[in-house]
């Protein structure tokens, strides 16, 4: 996971100084599978996500993690513990990472990171078939490296086995 810090932190940084009436909507952008750290004022006690297929949060004290999960635009509000507003955010997730790179050929669409050598990755919009192929070797992939053996449900219990 890489975690980068720019202006969007600086901008979140500066947000604690200001009063929360002047807060809201204010704007954040991130890269796709990325994420952003903030540090408010004080930690929050109550965190809304508006859509977390698009971004979601973890907190530990007073930083905040916010993961770019899906394209989109959702917001966030950050409340204190006695409900006072630490932030109001409008996040914008897109695409772009420095080494992405998309190839479109017979009308599909192929992406792949090139750091110095290209590999494959998914973006949504790729060609299904070359999609379906990719997601299949990488939990394959990340089944092999959680020590799964071929066939055994995965570990975590939060979700359903993948099926292969």
Known sequence: MTIRS???GLIFGLLALVPAAS???QPLVVKLDYTQVMTVARPPGTVIVGNPSIADV???GDQVYLHARSYGTTNILMLDENGGQLADLD???QSGADNDIQVFKAGA????VCAPECETTLKIGDNPAYYDAVAK???KRNAIALGQ???EAPNAPDGPAPTN
């Open 6 to 8: 720019s202006l969007p």
């Open 58 to 60: 973890t907190i530990q």
């Open 109 to 112: 669409s192929y992406t792949y």
């Open 91 to 93: 996040v914008t997730v």
């Open 149 to 151: 053996r071929e066939g």
């Open 137 to 139: 070797q990488q939990q």
């Open 23 to 25: 807060q809201a909507g």
